[in-house]
């Protein structure tokens, strides 16, 4: 039996048990690939983060759900860099390189002392894919009336390194009946069986956020909802940017909120820089350290 040690950070918050829990595994170069989704799948976390070696950044890092490898995570992202940056592994650089599967992206870390320190990461450039599925079906799978969403903006696939479906959302009110029915999502999302579902709007609790959003797992992930999610976040802003807002800026910042329902709420800030037909997207947010445990591994 081999121990691992995982520290339990919670990111987009800077008070514990709130935002969004990632397991963090500082040894992933210790560990096969096998391992690795073992670690996941007993933790429960909707992602475990394992920073590795690379060649080619300063860093790499592992995503992996209870059931699968992830291209990319924004809260598990945020948990690591938090995690090495606070004992003392990047020494005083503020400006970093991780290499994912979703490619080699930024990160900036600032100066500021630990409990108000944020993380700032870029994301992959911004991708849509029509959903031609049933709307009807689609809101039935999460608990809401097809007349809960939005008539006027498109229901579209997006990704900036991991894959959802946006559904634009009338009002808060739908969201405190959602209850998601995930074994239903793969049938219904023909074009991305394993896409996730991330139904948003533009009403939220707090008066400086610009929009409020919940983020339902797709079945094959081993989990049901993320609390506060980074990379459904940066193309929520992307979306915004291209359906929502008015004056058109070159430059633009939002603040997306998620997690109240599960009483974990937290806070991701999105930027949208144009850069020719598309943009570049970067998440901020920060982290907490929780406590750390073991988990026995079989294999």
């Given at each position: ?31 096969t ?131 959802t ?27 991305m ?53 008015e ?28 850069n ?15 406590k ?8």
């Amino acid at each position: 039996m081999k121990s691992v040690k995982v520290y339990h950070y919670d990111a987009f918050s800077k008070v514990p048990n709130k935002g969004n829990p990632a397991g963090v595994v500082l040894n992933g170069d210790e560990l096969t690939d096998e391992q690795m989704q073992e670690v996941a799948f007993k933790v429960g976390f909707n992602e475990t983060a394992f920073p590795v070696k690379s060649e080619t950044a300063d860093l790499g890092i592992r995503f992996f759900t209870p059931g699968h490898e992830m291209n990319l995570c924004g809260h598990a992202t945020m948990a690591t860099v938090y995690a090495l940056k606070t004992k003392g592994l990047f020494g005083d650089k503020t400006e970093l390189t991780i290499e994912t599967k979703a490619g080699i992206l930024p990160v900036r870390l600032d100066s500021a002392p630990e409990k108000e320190k944020t993380i700032t990461m870029n994301q992959a450039a911004p991708e849509f894919v029509a959903f031609h599925g049933s709307k009807m079906d689609l809101a039935h799978s999460i608990g809401i009336e097809e007349s809960d969403i939005h008539d006027n903006l498109p229901i579209l696939y997006g990704s900036t390194g991991a894959w959802t479906l946006l559904i634009p959302i009338n009002n808060l009110e739908a969201f405190r009946k959602m209850k998601p029915e995930n074994k239903d999502f793969p049938a219904i999302l023909k074009e991305m069986p394993k896409s996730s579902v991330h139904p948003f709007c533009i009403e939220t609790y707090d008066t400086d956020a610009d929009m409020h959003a919940r983020h339902f797992s797709s079945p094959f992930s081993g989990t049901v909802e993320d609390a506060v999610t980074g990379t459904a976040s940066g193309v929520m802003g992307a979306y915004y940017a291209d359906y929502i807002r008015e004056d058109r800026k070159d430059v633009m910042k939002l603040v997306v909120e998620q997690g109240h329902e599960l009483g974990k709420d937290g806070r991701v800030g999105v930027q949208v820089s144009k850069n020719g037909e598309s943009y570049d997207i970067q998440i901020t947010g920060n982290a907490v350290f929780v406590k750390d445990f073991e988990i026995m591994l079989e294999n």
